[in-house]
């Protein structure tokens, strides 16, 4: 069974720093892209940034210039560097990633979220 675990969401003043860590587990063969997505009360889930597993990154336009995704050596794991946040990114944080397993295809995994809340 393929989890996704994230941490490192919680309570920050507008202009502070987190870091959300994201990490799969399980009888993996490869993973291909990461991401995160974020959804804000009342609003769709978006596209935050994501990374292909050759490194190539794409972000939104509103975090441009203050998020930072990254993977870990292993490949397994993604990270998302949120620095000046604002009030606006305020949000349920969920990791997603397309892992390929002994099945022999790719599946696209959700985790379970972790809440970012930024006061001003």
């Known amino acids: 069974q393929v989890q996704l675990v994230e941490s490192g969401g919680g309570l920050v003043q507008a202009g502070g720093s987190l870091r959300l860590s994201c990490a799969a587990s399980?009888?993996?063969?490869?993973?291909?892209?990461m991401g995160w997505y974020r959804q804000a009360p009342g609003k769709q889930r978006e596209l935050v940034a994501a990374?292909?597993?050759?490194?190539?990154?794409n972000y939104a336009d509103s975090v441009k210039g203050r998020f930072t995704i990254s993977r870990g050596n292993t490949q397994t794991t993604v990270y998302l560097q949120m620095n000046n946040l604002k009030p606006e990114d305020t949000a349920v944080y969920y990791c997603?990633?397309?892992?390929?397993?002994?099945?022999?295809?790719?599946?696209?995994?959700w985790g379970q979220g972790t809440q970012v809340t930024v006061s001003s």
């Open positions: 997603n990633a397309d892992i390929w397993t002994l099945t022999g295809r790719a599946t696209d995994y």
């Open positions: 990374i292909t597993s050759g490194g190539s990154t």
């Open positions: 399980g009888i993996i063969v490869s993973v291909d892209a």
